[in-house]
Nanobody, 115 residues
Framework: QVQLVESGGGLVQAGGSLRLSCEASGSIFRINVMGWYRQTPGKQRELVAVVSSGGSTNYADSVKGRFTISRDNAKNTVYLQMNSLKDEDTAVYYC?????????WGQGTQVTVSS
């Protein structure tokens, strides 16, 4: 089993920044992909950004140029630096990791952007 602990969410004014962190622990042999997704009420969960074990990244068009995903393999931790936040970034953000062929989700952390 893999446990994910997220931190860093909160309330921020539009134009501000937040940094999310997600640490994985448990039966980890090798984490393949680590990423962040987000969800608002009534909508499907959507990809925000992912990073492979080799460091390749992929971003949703809506966050390109504003968000940066990174990972520290020694700490089994993935980060999401969010800059120039907008109202539409308000959502619950979920950490996601793939270990071998299994997918794990964090409990979610609320990000609220106020204008």
């Amino acid at each position: 089993q893999v446990q994910l602990v997220e931190s860093g969410g909160g309330l921020v004014q539009a134009g501000g920044s937040l940094r999310l962190s997600c640490e994985a622990s448990g039966s980890i042999f090798r984490i393949n992909v680590m990423g962040w997704y987000r969800q608002t009420p009534g909508k499907q969960r959507e990809l925000v950004a992912v990073v492979s074990s080799g460091g390749s990244t992929n971003y949703a068009d809506s966050v390109k140029g504003r968000f940066t995903i990174s990972r520290d393999n020694a700490k089994n931790t993935v980060y999401l630096q969010m800059n120039s936040l907008k109202d539409e970034d308000t959502a619950v953000y979920y950490c996601n990791v793939v270990v071998r062929l299994s997918v794990y989700w964090g409990q979610g952390t609320q990000v609220t952007v106020s204008s």
